[in-house]
């Protein structure tokens, strides 16, 4: 099984940078998708945004141009470099892990941590 322990959130104020890791453990062979996720209260959960094993990139629009996601192979760990972030932004952030192909996707997710944005 895959283990995903997040860290990295807080308060910050609007137009401030956050950064948040995602250290993967456990049976992660074969992993090709990593990402973010988040669900502010009374929202579903959305895309932030993904990045594959050949290090192709997917933005929500709401965040393009401000987040970026990497990976540090070496550690299994992904982050999300959070920059001029806005109140709109508040929202529980997870880790999200892919694995496998058609019917044989499994996805994998961490605990969360929250994000909050004051003005």
């Known amino acids: 099984q895959v283990r995903l322990v997040e860290s990295g959130g807080g308060l910050v104020q609007a137009g401030g940078s956050l950064r948040l890791s995602c250290a993967a453990s456990?049976?992660?062979?074969?992993?090709?998708?990593m990402g973010w996720y988040r669900q502010a209260p009374g929202k579903q959960r959305d895309l932030v945004a993904t990045?594959?094993?050949?290090?192709?990139?997917n933005y929500a629009d709401s965040v393009k141009g401000r987040f970026t996601i990497s990976r540090d192979i070496a550690k299994n760990t992904v982050h999300l470099q959070m920059n001029l972030l806005k109140p709109e932004d508040t929202a529980v952030y997870y880790c999200?892990?892919?694995?496998?192909?058609?019917?044989?996707?499994?996805?994998?997710w961490g605990q969360g941590t929250q994000v909050t944005v004051s003005s």
């Open positions: 456990g049976f992660i062979s074969g992993i090709n998708v």
């Open positions: 999200n892990a892919r694995r496998g192909v058609s019917r044989d996707v499994s996805n994998y």
């Open positions: 990045i594959t094993s050949g290090d192709t990139t």
